[in-house]
């Protein structure tokens, strides 16, 4: 495996198994009485949250702890950042600390990448302004694939905002490693100009891919994407390609609904649909800290389990 | 003093003898003597180089370049005279202003400065500068543009291109349509969508230069188009151009070489910001369509868009990191890989689109001249053979925004000559 984890791309698929596999495991210990591990001892985490995110910062925090790791977190609000500190400066002082891995959200895209640069721990990408978001694309094919057994030929549908989403990017990228077919569904004002570059389909229409697919997975809407005239209304946009119990009940039996949150309740998603039993949104949130432990642990190379 | 440069390949010709005394050629043969002899057995002989599109940085930002910083690197580049833009600190939209910037370029005396004056006040795009007074100064202004911003505003620009009329003057327009562009980070493709940048459409430059074409042949004036970038562009202006309309365009060396998937991929890692520019690199295929163009005369000129940016506005994450790229001091070199060693141009071809087709649009006197006796002694001696890795720190600019840095490019400048006087001998300043 990479030394970092920065793109779903940096996975071939025995690394991506590798790590579902490793997080299978983890999860039993999950289910103990007492969760921690002692394989990262001695090593330590830096969490250097440029953007907020408590979400995702607490999820990498808990799987770090869980592990044993010494976990710092540094959040640009307060901090030298705001006083104007440069990503570089802000790398070379990790560095001096010693950081083992370097976790990092920042707004933007390509940030890890450079980061990478600088140190060097290994890197892990919480997120990079509207490129990717890999543990959470490695957190849904988990998710997934306890759901339904195998991505193999499964037929996953990702819905909304796909211009601006690391999720989806990153998702797009990691089933097809995973040999699951993705088609993207969004108003053509939300898909990247040259979407058909991509490898998976492209629809405009929910309603006719919904009994096509076994997993259905809707994006977060900006609020402020409407005012930028991606599309007319959050009624309009709800009405078109948000998910209620009508457009669920087209959906197979056994297919599942996916969101990475925060959600939008009443607007890309019913609440009554998000909080169905189809609906895998808490799951996500449990296997978040699974999956997250998996790549720390992989990384930062400990020992046997 | 005379200087006789013995057995240069004048435009790539056969060896000759150019002798230099009180500024002027005196003479070209074989077997000249008399004066101080300069061997330049294999070197290619072209007029000294002229751009029209030169970042000085100076008034206020001396720590990026000054004009004498950048005048050296001009040099060394081969060139004579720069076209100094106006988007300083404070901009040059005054008399006061172009004087202080044509002075300095002065006092420095080894590269002709030719300040260009903003089209509107403070670059805002609002209102028009004084570009009468500008042309009637001492700077004798007849290039202006707000180049980094776009005249946008359609009245203005039409106004802006009939006013200079008065002076032989020529507005140079920074094609980019703000609205299409806001936020933009890179060309807008195929990379940029799975980068995740903010996509700078070819539509933004398109739809301006379509536009400032019609506005010019309404009004009967001359426009200039600034670093042209798309395929779709060279089209327009083909179609601008057959028509006879008075429009011309350069392109920068970067545009003739460098791709947008070297933000994705190359040798100094992803999403470097060497590689962030403005216009922003485009694909090979509008490469090819700007080589093609720059061949057959529909882009008239290269220009370097020369942008020094200090150190650390490079090294930050990209969506932070300045605009622009160095290239006085490789423009040569880069315009031999893709223009000569491609078999696109010959020398006379280069010295046509980097020197007489440049001193032309601006209306610098006593640059551009054919290679003859009674023209002005600006020369270039350049040898073409080397092949090394660029190695920014030899480089006399003060700043090391090199996309080329480690690349292997032909040739090299030997010697400049601006008004028989060397300003760079044995590829050093003189």
């Known amino acids: ?305 | 003093m005379t200087y006789l440069i013995k057995n240069a390949r004048i435009l790539g010709g056969d060896p000759a003898d150019i002798q230099l005394r009180d500024g002027v050629i005196t003479e070209i043969g074989t077997g000249l003597s008399g004066g101080v002899e300069i061997d330049a057995t294999g070197l290619i002989a072209l007029p000294g180089l002229v751009d029209l599109h030169t970042h000085l940085r100076e008034p206020g930002r001396e720590d990026a370049e000054t004009v004498e910083s950048g005048t050296r690197a001009a040099a060394l580049g081969g060139f004579t005279a720069v076209h100094a833009m106006a988007n300083t600190s404070p901009v040059a939209d005054t008399a006061g202003v172009v004087e202080q910037v044509w002075r300095l370029g002065q006092e420095t005396g080894v590269c002709d400065v030719r300040p260009v004056g903003a089209v509107t006040v403070g670059l805002g795009g609002e209102r028009l500068a004084e570009l009468g007074a500008m042309a009637d100064s001492a700077a004798r202004v007849r290039v202006f543009s707000d180049d980094g911003k776009c005249v946008s505003d359609a009245v203005l620009m039409r106004r802006a291109l009939e006013y200079v009329k008065a002076f032989d003057g020529v507005i140079a327009q920074h094609a980019q349509e703000p609205r299409l562009t806001e936020a933009a980070q890179m060309n807008e493709g195929a990379v940029s969508g799975r980068l995740g940048l903010t996509g700078w459409p070819a539509v933004a430059e398109e739809a301006i230069i379509a536009r400032d074409c019609l506005l010019a042949a309404h009004v009967g004036s001359r426009l200039h188009i600034c670093h042209v970038s798309t395929a779709g562009s060279v089209e327009i202006i083909r179609w601008a151009k057959s028509k006879g309309w008075n429009v011309t365009a350069e392109v920068t060396p970067h545009h003739l070489l460098l791709t947008d998937d070297l933000i994705e991929n190359s040798p100094v890692g992803s999403y470097n910001p060497i590689y962030k520019v403005n216009p922003p690199l485009r694909t090979a295929d509008d490469v090819r369509a700007l080589r093609e163009a720059l061949a057959d005369g529909t882009i008239d000129c290269v220009a370097t868009d020369h942008a020094p940016h200090p150190v650390e506005d490079k090294e930050s994450e990209w969506g932070a990191a300045a605009m622009g790229m160095i290239g006085l001091e490789t423009a040569l070199s880069v315009v031999q890989e893709s223009m000569v060693e491609t078999g696109l141009l010959d020398w006379a071809g280069v010295a046509d689109r980097m020197s007489a087709r440049p001193a032309r649009i601006g209306r610098v006197e006593g640059h551009g001249m054919p290679l003859a006796a009674g023209s002005t002694a600006s020369i270039v001696l350049y040898d073409p053979v080397p092949r090394v890795p660029v190695e920014p720190h030899g480089f006399a600019s003060k700043s090391r925004n090199t996309p080329y840095e480690g690349l292997s490019l032909p040739g090299r400048v030997v010697a400049t000559f601006l008004r028989g006087r060397p300003t760079v001998l044995e590829g050093k300043l003189a």
Request: glycine share 6%.
């Open chain 1, 1 to 305: 495996m990479n030394r970092h984890l920065i793109s779903a791309a940096d996975l071939s698929r025995d690394d991506a198994l590798l790590i579902l596999d490793t997080a299978d495991e983890l999860a039993r210990v999950s289910d103990r009485s007492i969760k921690k591990l002692p394989t990262l001892r001695g090593r330590t985490v830096v969490n250097l949250f440029f953007e907020d995110s408590t979400r995702t910062r607490i999820s990498f925090e808990a799987a770090a702890k869980r592990l044993s790791a010494d976990v710092i977190n540094f959040s640009a609000k307060g901090s030298s950042v705001s006083k104007g500190e440069s990503l570089k400066d802000t790398a070379l002082t990790l560095q001096a600390m010693g950081a083992d891995a370097v976790v990092i959200r920042h707004g933007a895209s390509g940030a890890p990448h450079r980061l990478a640069s600088w140190v060097d721990g290994s890197i892990v990408n919480a997120g990079d302004g509207t490129h990717e978001h890999p543990t959470q694309a490695l957190l849904d094919a988990f998710t997934m694939r306890r759901r339904l057994s195998t991505l193999e030929g499964r037929r996953v549908t990702i819905v909304g905002d796909v211009l601006h989403s690391r999720v989806a990017r990153s998702n797009v990228l990691l089933l097809r490693t995973l040999g699951a077919e993705v088609t993207l569904v969004a108003p053509p004002t939300l898909l990247p100009v040259t979407v058909e570059s991509w490898p998976c389909e492209v629809s405009y229409d929910l309603d006719s891919v919904l009994p096509k697919s076994d997993v259905v997975m809707m994006l977060r809407v900006q609020t402020e994407r409407m005012n930028a005239a991606f599309f007319p209304s959050a009624r309009e946009y709800s009405r078109r390609y948000g998910l209620d119990r009508d457009r669920l009940a087209k959906m197979p039996e056994e297919a599942i609904v996916m969101h990475p949150g925060p959600m939008n309740r009443g607007m890309e998603i019913a609440a009554d649909v998000a909080d169905s039993a189809r609906s895998t949104i808490v799951e996500q949130v449990a296997n978040g800290v699974t999956i997250r432990m998996a790549v720390l642990y992989l990384l930062l190379g400990g020992e046997t389990l």
